[in-house]
Each structure stands twice: as structure tokens, then as C-alpha cells.
């Protein structure tokens, strides 16, 4: 059968989503075109660790042409998608027309900044690698600058970094920040009082991780005291110049680093498409995960839009965007043997968030666990998750030396 | 006694030379203010390794803060020096004045275009992890672009990689270059006809790694012969337009990609300084690599200018640098104790090349290798001297790796 002559699969975003789909059809009589804007597909979760210099940029990215060198029915290509047409069954890219006959669209999500403009501005994010590198290269420098800076305010503000937003990124951001203040920066900067430093995380509401039951809400804040974390429930900004945070109740916090993780939503191409949209750009679909009225067209991860059976919308986070991806494989393969396609169900397989080492909140199988034992899960587990068995070898090794010497992967300020 | 009260040594540069000034001090009853724009000391004769995506600039880079944590009468300025008053003895610095009883300047180089101002416009080179990583983007860019170029003419030009400059840097980077393609990139883009790939090496010069002896020079020749690299002896440039280089000789070739490797002069701030340089901006010393005029100030590595038993300047490489700091160390102590100097003499260790994997050409203690045994010689040196024990793990890991696999480091496209 001549190869052209097979049904044409684009899937477009190298993310969780994407790449579960492209997996999933790797036994079937198609012919793949994945699209990214990066070379590399990059393991989300554990982009804050890049942030505090935990890890480096390529131990969480994997180039996706590696990623399928044995699947011979794809084909990847790198660019920007500049348009599709769903009418006509065409994506535009690097100035020219891809006709599909089934699409996925699995672009994923960007920052909500929610209309903060300042803080979009002078803030930080974690993002992508790059916005990740960004964050790592400031915390660094703030220490260089605080070592020659004499006024003992001004020092002060220099050493003071807030996280917004209570979820589990803003909860792993801030314990392990904490941690390389006190066990790594301590011995590289032995004449600064890092007494001095305050790493502070500010939520909204009146709950951190407030997707997880009661008893783990309260051992995270716990732990988080234990590692000299500010937390301040209830605490809304107002504004923020580079300088100084307004707060909602009139205060002011002097400070040069706010690393924004208080939303996401759907990444920009979603903008320009005439398509009906939830709240944060997000896409509506069916519940089959189809487009409504192109029924040969996909949209998964976080830039997709669908309730629950209890009617919230679906969290947008990877395990969703991974069993989506799984889904949509499988309804692909339906679609071309004419079958009905099932309901999307999520299956929540748990909660599960770092405090900095040797502590970590879990929620697996119902059971909940905190400290120790949530710790050497979460490190397993992450490390099973990375994608490619030589990054997985480097990471174990670095968290085990980082772990034995109470030491972080280099800490390089990069220029941007 | 107060700690005040000691001799106050400045060294500016963490390089080799600045690097080794330091260690040499660490026992003596001196404070010691150690400078650099980086937060970091490189591991320069890697540098070309990052480029070509075989190793992460972490792997080549190190926190002087962290390799001096042990040395406790040394102080680290992350900045740019802004000035250096010699007769009143002080330099400037993030704003404020540091007055020194001794000064060590050891600022490097940087790439010598020669005037080629098209060349610095559109070219790249490997003068640090910036420069470097620039050049990886650069490179995984073009097979990129390659893959969706349907034009051949355009394609062939595309994958067309011109290495500017025959010496050791120049070599390394054209034979590393070619086993990238031969080896990695092969797997990574299955439908790309990597035939049409090709590294040209253009020298100047009628000889390929003018300081290596005769058989030195064939062997090398041969080996990269065997690599495919191009080699183009007696060859100089005329202009380069980012899409065309233009021959002395009338004829051009297509390519986007120009590395070049031909030269290195007196970084920026010897350029402010007024005192007798020599080509390149490089300041002439005394043979006891002291400032004439000024006995408290040193100045070494490649920012110095000095002329060996036989007439010859000596060369702009690390050997230099680092005996150069060695001997700065013990002058400034004879000066302390009101001794007389000796002048410096480099005692060549030999010069070893690496040309892909399996393949060196080095000469050591007088004896010629090339081949397998001297590239076994080259990548147990190189791991014994990078700096910190974490990275000569990795790093040893990493080329035991790619060795066994014929794989490389994660090929990351990262923004900038």
C-alpha cells in the first residue's frame, strides 16, 4: 500500500498529550506529522527544580525526534503552526499547507496572569525552559547582589522572594528554595547573614493545595514552617513596580523577585481560532474530546476545556492531559473502523507534592502520607516519569549527590 | 592581627591564569579579592564540546564560589570592572573603589575577527557558554530547516558548515562536527539525506595546527579526511554576507554556517587601559610578568604580552595561563618578603588534539601518538582537569555513553 494513501494523523504540541496520542498509534496503518515549536518535549513537573538550580534544562527535555526514532509512521516536524483551517482539513506551517485527516490539537497552556500586567512585566514564571533559566539566572544574581550591597534594608529587600499562588508548583517552588538557601547558599556565601533571607508564599485563599483533602492542606503547612517558609493565606496583590508588592489590605512587602504560579491558561494559538472558547482562552468539546462539528478533529490537554461528572471543569495538569492522549489514540483507530466513540473518564490517580528534601505530601490509592515516605515516592516516581533512561541515570545520581552532600546541581548564571 | 591589616591582593579574571594566582596564595597571610563578570570559571578547551552538543555547559563550568568555599582569605566579586587607576592603586567595581596593595590581571581574550566585520556580524564562535550555546541553536537549527527544504540547491547549502581557522579549536571542532552528523543525526532524521551534509575546514595558512610537528600535521590531515571533513589549506577569506562566503581566490560557497576559530585578542577592558600594548590589544610585560612601571601589578594569561627564549610570543592558551599563574603566586610572596623575582619560563607540556571519536593527534614528552591511544590520552587528561568531582562523573559518564550508543548529549534548541 502506497504510504501516501494512508490516513494522514497531524498532531500538533510535543507536550504530555501529544505524545501519549502519537504512542498510542504506533502499531496503526497511518502516517504521523507531529509539530512543536521546540525540538524538545519537556517534562513539565519538574521545571521548578531548573528554577533553584536543581536540575539542568536538558535532564527534563528530551528531543522529540530521539523520542520516536523507532516509529517509523511518524514524522516530526519543528515550527509554529500559523493557522488551520477545520473546514478544509488543513494546518498552515513554516509557509506551507498540511492536509490531515484526523488533527489533535494539544498546544497546552501559558501563564494566567489574570490581567496583572505589572507582574507579567517584573515577575517571573515557570513556563518553558527558557522562562525557567530566566528564574534561576535572577535568584542566583539577587546573592551576588546582596553580597556587595552594605545597606542592611535594601539587603534585606534583595534576600526576600515571594511565590504567588498556593498550588502544588508554588508549594514545591518555595520549600525547595528555602532548602538551597539553607543548606547550599549558606556555604557559598559564608560573610552574607542569610538569616537575612525570607522566602515567602502568598495564596489568595484561604487554602494551599486546596485539591487535597484536609489532613494533607495542614501537613503542608507544617512542613513548610519547619523549612522557615512566610506562608500568608488570604493575601491578594494589588500591584507590584519591580520593587515593592502592594498588597489588597494596604501593606507593602519590599522585594525584587515574585515568581508568578497562580494560573494557566490556553497557549496563544487557541486566540486566533474561530472556535467556541471557555474561560482562560480554553476550548470546548464534547465529552468524546472531538471538536464540536469536526468530528476528525482532537483537542486535548490544557488547552481544552471539559467538565467532570460533578460538573468542575477538569484540572489542567499532565496526568488529565496523558489520559486524554490515550483516549484520543483509541478514538482515532475507532473513527477509521467506523465505531462509536466512549465518554472521556478521568481517573485521578493521585496528588503529589515536594517540600524540599526528605518531606512531600501524597495522596495515592486514597491513602494519604506525608514527610519521608511521601518524599521517596515522589522521587521514584518522578524519576520513572522522565522520559529516556540516560536522563533518568543523570537525575538519580544528581538528587543522591544533592542528597549525601546537601549540595544542588551547579548554580550558573547564564546570559540571557 | 587584623585582618584588615593584610596585604590586599585583587585578581581580576577567573580563568586559568586568575584561578591559579589564587590557589597558589591559599596559605598565606593575605586577603585576597577575587573578580569576575561570570559567577563562574570555564573550562575553555571543552567549550567547542558544547557547541557541537556533546557536553552541557554546567559539565564545563563551575561557581567560584564554590571551588574556593575551603580558601577562607578569599572574597568573590561578581561584576564588571569598570577602571584601573595604577598609581593610586584601585580599580572599580559594581560602583564602589577596591584599593589593592597587589593587583593580578588575568581578564583572557576574546575571538580576533581581524576586521572581518561581516564575519562578526553573521558568524559564530566559541568564546564562552553564550557564544557556545548560540552556536549549538545554530547548528540543530539548519538540520531543522533542512528537513522541510524541498530545494536541493537550498538543502545543500543549508547543511554546508564552514569551520574558519586550522588550529587546535578549529580541528576539534570540524572533526566533532562531522561525527555529530555521521553518527547522531543520521538516526535523529532518517529522511533527510545526510550526504549532502558537509564540513569544510578552511586555513589560511599552507598548514593545519602550525605548532604540531611534521607527522603531526599528516596524521591529522588523514584522520580528518577519514572524518569526510573538507579540508581547505591556502584558503582565505574575502566576505561573508550570512548566506555566501566569498574567496580570495574568486570562488564562494553557499552557507549559513561560519564558526570561526581563527584568532584571539586582549578582552574589552585592556582596551580602557593605557599602557603598552602589543597586536591584539595584549599589554606588554616584564619577563617577571609584571606592569613596567608598577612591580605591584601582574598581568597574565591571554591578556599579556610576552615573548619567550626564542623571540616568539607565547601563545593565547591555557598551559601559558596557568603556569603564568603558578609563577604570579610565588612573586608576589618574594615581594611580600622583599625577594628578588625570577623571570618566567613556559615549559611546554606537550599539545594534544582530539578529532572525533577514537581519533587525537597529541604529543607528549617529546613522543608523536595519534590515533586511538592518544584520543584515550585526550579524554582521561581533559576529565582529570575539569574542575569538580560531580562533573568529571558526569562528564566521564556522558563520553562513556555517547561511546558505547554513538549518541550525544540532549540536542536542545533553546530560545534566546
Redesign the interface.
Known sequence: MNANLLPHIVIIGAGFAGLETARGLSNAHVRITLIDK???HLFQPLLYQVAIAGL???QI???V??IF?KQKNL?F???EVSGINFDEKYVKL?G?VIAYDYLVLAVGGRTNFFGFDAIEKSGFQLK???TA?KTRNHL?SMF?QA??EADAEKRKAILTFVIVGGGPTGVETAGALAELITHVMK?????LNLGDARVMLLEASANLISAYPDELRKATAKLLKKKNVDVRLNTKLEDYNGQRIHLADGSHIETQTVIWTAGVKATEIADGLSVDKASGGRIRIEPTLQLPQHPEAFVIGDASFLLDENGSPLPMISTVAIQQGVCTAKSILKLMNEKPLEYFHYKDPGLLATIGRNAAVARIFGISFSGFIAWVIWVFLHIYRII?F??R??VL?NWA?DYVFY?N????????
Chains 1, 2 share one sequence.
Open positions: 521546540n525540538n524538545h539542568l534544562p536538558s527535555a528530551q528531543p525526534r530521539t526514532r514524522t516536524q519543528m515550527g513554516n506551507s518553558d525552559l527558557d533559566v542566583l551576588e553580597s556587595h556555604k557559598d556565601y559564608p560573610r529516556g540516560r536522563n541515570i543523570i545520581f549527590w549540595d546541581q551547579v548554580r550558573l548564571i547564564t546570559k540571557e
